[in-house]
């Protein structure tokens, strides 16, 4: 019977980092969030209790709330790890930060522990390079929303173990998803693909081709997408696409050059859902906090405790 550890970190309370800790719990496991202070930690853990009190809500889990919820607990002290079996890092795009965060959370680790990281498009060998047990290291590209989504991409770098390789396997089917199986690559499959389609409508409204509700039809409709490209981007965030972007356009060439449609929107501050606008307008949406550049403590920094 597939399951998942019984004890998972997650380092980034934000969006996706809550979206992980929802999944896990759900399937089983006692989860612990470690944000960058007590305001983002208590964020974090209103993020993950609602996504929990909505699948109670949907029937999609026999537990009620209450037992649920004593399953999560959040902190500012990447001691929480400690005890962890598993723990992914979900803080945003930047190699250096994300390397820091890593080598954080490896100092306190058991030396039979796992870790992931949830990047998107950032090379898992880099990130390994910050580590001293780069084979028990991979990714796990989580998708959003994470309720929702079916997929999670595992994406195994020259020193992942395969025993790692097995691991995941288990644990996303335990999950209730599939894994698809990459090397490491710039932008995987997932992003690489995504991206590039994402980038050419975005080139066809800075045209004049159509308009974005066309353009996003003619996907939908031509091609059984459930969700259009830009609507899509405006779900990522339209910061979070010009970052890989340019990172995709570093490493795989001028294709992937980002449109000047992109950076003045990023510029102007429409970055989507989470600012009320973007490709289109989400007025009726309420708008997410936007995250500031790293979710969580240095490890330089003075750290608390544990609560639930």
């Not at 490896?106 to 030396?111: G, N, R």
């Not at 307008?281 to 639930?308: M, Q, Y």
């Amino acid at each position: 019977m597939s399951s998942v550890p019984a004890r998972v970190g997650v380092l980034g309370g934000g969006r996706m980092g809550a979206g992980i800790a929802h999944a896990f719990c759900l399937a089983g496991s006692d989860v612990v969030v470690v944000e960058r202070d007590e305001t983002a930690a208590d964020a974090g853990m209103v993020r993950v209790t609602q996504a929990l009190a909505r699948s109670v809500e949907r029937g999609t889990t026999a537990e009620d709330i209450a037992a649920l919820t004593a399953r999560v607990s959040v902190s500012t002290d990447y001691a929480a790890f400690a005890p962890c079996a598993l723990v992914i890092e979900a803080v945003p795009e930047d190699l250096a930060l994300k390397r820091q965060a890593l080598r954080a959370v490896e100092d306190v680790l058991a030396a039979d522990a796992w870790l992931a990281t949830n990047t998107s498009s950032l090379s898992v060998d880099a990130l390994a390079d910050a580590l001293q047990r780069p084979g028990r290291f991979c990714g796990l590209h989580f998708f959003n929303p994470v309720p929702a989504s079916t997929l999670i991409e595992v994406v195994l770098g020259a020193q992942t173990s395969p025993d790692l390789e097995a691991a995941t396997r288990t644990w996303v089917e335990a999950l209730g998803k599939t894994p698809v199986v990459v090397r490491d690559t710039p932008g995987f499959a997932s992003s690489r693909l995504g991206v590039a389609i994402a980038l050419e409508a975005m080139r066809m409204l800075e045209e004049g081709v159509a308009t974005a509700e066309d353009i996003d039809a003619a996907m939908v409709l031509g091609y059984r997408h459930p969700v259009g490209p830009l609507r899509t981007t405006d779900l990522v965030g339209l910061d979070v696409r010009l970052g890989i972007a340019e990172y995709l356009a570093s490493t795989l060439g001028p294709r992937f050059t980002p449109p000047a449609i992109l950076r003045e929107k990023v510029a102007q501050g429409h970055l989507g859902r989470k600012s009320g606008r973007g490709f289109f307008d989400w007025e009726d949406a309420p708008p997410s906090p936007v995250p500031s550049r790293a979710p969580h403590a240095s490890p330089a920094e003075p750290v608390k405790g544990e609560r639930t």
